[in-house]
């Protein structure tokens, strides 16, 4: 199936710096690729999505970037606070249409 | 309102037994999933059915048997419980497929004893 790769595995941070989380995927039919938070015990939930007709989206703090070519995106979180802390899911659509494939998560930790 | 609930929150159970989750949507979306996220958090797609139909079964045990009365419900029965299948599963719905955003259900935390 879809291969989605995720970097980095962990990431640690200081209040207000910026944090980037990267993935890159291999089927080049994709062409959704949402962002999922998914704090301590609780289910993800999406935070941003791109689709492939789109290069770049923003809301508020967050960022997603996408590069078709290249078969990567990424994630752009500034003046991170700590409630940011959490695992992040990079995912993409399968070809099938019918599954998202995800990363394997970015450990996200702010420190005040 | 809970838009994608599922039953039981936690499961505990010995080995060899049988049980089952059950999942119910209301938001009116014609495809659900079942997922699993292992130890390692690794959210794995197990299967997946729209419109009450098949799509995906990913490579799952056949003891693993998803059973969907009508689109707004996808329950997961597991027969023979091994210790590999702790983990916490799970639903979610989308509309049209995996071109939209999935919302997740609060997840059940398998553990077999």
């Known amino acids: 199936g879809e291969n989605v790769e995720q970097h980095p595995s962990t990431l640690s941070v200081q209040e207000g710096d910026s944090a980037v989380i990267k993935c890159t995927y291999s089927?080049?039919?994709?062409?959704?690729f949402p962002w999922y938070k998914q704090e301590l015990g609780k289910r993800p939930q999406l935070i941003i999505d791109?689709?492939?007709?789109?290069g770049e989206k923003k809301d508020q703090r967050i960022a997603v970037t996408l590069n078709k070519t290249a078969k990567h995106f990424s994630l752009h979180i500034t003046e991170t606070q700590p409630e940011d802390s959490a695992v992040y899911f990079c995912?993409?659509?399968?070809?099938?249409?019918?599954?998202?494939?995800f990363g394997k998560g970015t450990s996200l930790l702010v420190t005040p | 309102d809970t838009a994608v609930s599922q039953t039981p929150k936690y499961l505990v159970t010995q080995m060899g037994n049988d049980k089952s989750i059950k999942c119910e949507q209301n938001?009116?979306?014609?495809?659900m999933y079942w997922y699993k996220q292992d130890s390692k958090k690794f959210l794995k797609i197990m299967f997946s059915?729209?419109?009450?139909?098949?799509?995906i079964n990913e490579t799952v045990p056949n003891r693993f048997s998803p059973k969907s009365p009508d689109k707004a419900h996808l329950n997961l029965h597991i027969n023979s419980l091994e210790l590999g299948d702790s983990a916490v599963y799970f639903c979610?719905?989308?509309?049209?497929?995996?071109?939209?955003?999935?919302?997740f259900g609060n997840g059940t935390r398998l553990t077999v004893t």
């Open positions: 979610a719905s989308s509309q049209g497929g995996s071109n939209s955003p999935l919302h």
């Open positions: 089927d080049s039919a994709s062409n959704y």
């Open positions: 791109i689709r492939s007709n789109v």
């Open positions: 995912a993409a659509s399968a070809n099938s249409g019918y599954a998202l494939n």
């Open positions: 938001l009116g979306h014609d495809t």
């Open positions: 059915y729209n419109n009450k139909e098949l799509i």
